[in-house]
């Protein structure tokens, strides 16, 4: 139990620390300067699916694993599959590996755990593998691409190229009225961030099961004095703070405007989760901000 107090408290001391530095750092909105998104976040950008990966082929190890426990580009690594399973040189796999937040017990918005349930499990993108070698049961491959560095027992699945959407030229409007579509919310962002900015992956509760597709744009956004965070705060500071200011009427969330906080293009979609690609921030974005589709 203390140890768990103990991480929330430096949980909730590096989120506060993070958010000056990014507050500084996010002054005026920031756009992507591409065309579409890179190659790295496409292929690294992972996804939450209530769908499991099937786990019939996976990485056994590799070259000087008497000391070796990761692997990284230009290493090579064997895999479970070869001629038997219809394995030939030249093939390509992408390797995925199931995640955990080591830190679950800390709750950042009231919905959390219920939203990261129904979204199903965390799949992190790790890398791609070049076959360059066939026996009868296993191959080696090369690793090609790298989003982290690769491990036995990781998830070995064929490659699949991925659309890569286009940035739409719309100028970001941060006074944007709702658009009445679906909405959703930061449910989590890569490697379970609860803060983020731009350039970075969330995670939101709204996919393909719900209409969600890759290329969509979800606008970001956060009601003034709601009471969903969870962490350290004092309560209806966004409206009145005694000794610093009051009105004489108690306004609520729900008669204040919205803070546009940026947007974000659909990369991926799982059942009910879409990884999102922030493109434009104007402040920091925290896990339990809402999101609707533009």
Not at 267 to 275: A, D, I
Request: glycine share 10%; net charge neutral.
């Amino acid at each position: 139990m203390r140890k768990n107090i103990g991480y929330r408290i430096l949980n909730i001391g590096l989120s506060f620390g993070m958010g000056f530095v990014m507050s500084a750092g996010i002054a005026h909105a920031q756009q992507v300067n591409r065309t579409t998104p890179s190659e790295a976040d496409l292929y690294c950008s992972g996804v939450v699916t209530d769908k499991p990966v099937p786990y019939d082929t996976y990485v056994i190890s590799g070259e000087n694993s008497a000391y070796k426990v990761t692997f990284s580009p230009g290493d090579y690594v064997y895999i479970n599959q070869g001629a038997e399973h219809g394995v030939k040189v030249g093939d390509q796999f992408e390797v995925v590996r199931p995640i955990k937040d080591l830190e679950a017990t800390t709750v950042w918005f009231k919905y959390q755990t219920m939203l990261s349930r129904a979204m199903g499990s965390m799949y992190a993108d790790i890398g791609r593998l070049r076959v360059l070698h066939v026996d009868d049961k296993t191959s080696t491959a090369e690793i090609t691409v790298s989003c982290d560095l690769m491990q036995r027992g990781d998830t070995v699945r064929p490659f699949e190229a991925r659309p890569n959407p286009q940035f739409h030229d719309v100028k970001f409007d941060p006074f944007a009225a709702p658009s009445g579509k679906k909405m959703a919310m930061v449910v989590t962002g890569k490697d379970f961030n609860v803060l983020t900015g731009p350039g970075r992956i969330v995670y939101v509760n709204l996919g393909s099961g719900q209409g969600v597709r890759v290329g969509d744009y979800f606008r970001v956004f956060r009601y003034q004095g709601t009471h969903l965070e969870m962490v350290a705060q004092d309560k209806d500071t966004a409206y009145k703070a005694y000794g610093f200011g009051s009105t004489p009427v108690a306004y609520q969330w729900n008669n204040l405007p919205r803070q546009v906080l940026g947007e974000g293009i659909v990369l991926r979609t799982g059942p009910n989760s879409s990884s999102v690609l922030l493109t434009t921030v104007r402040w920091e974005i925290y896990a339990g901000d809402y999101v609707e589709l533009e």
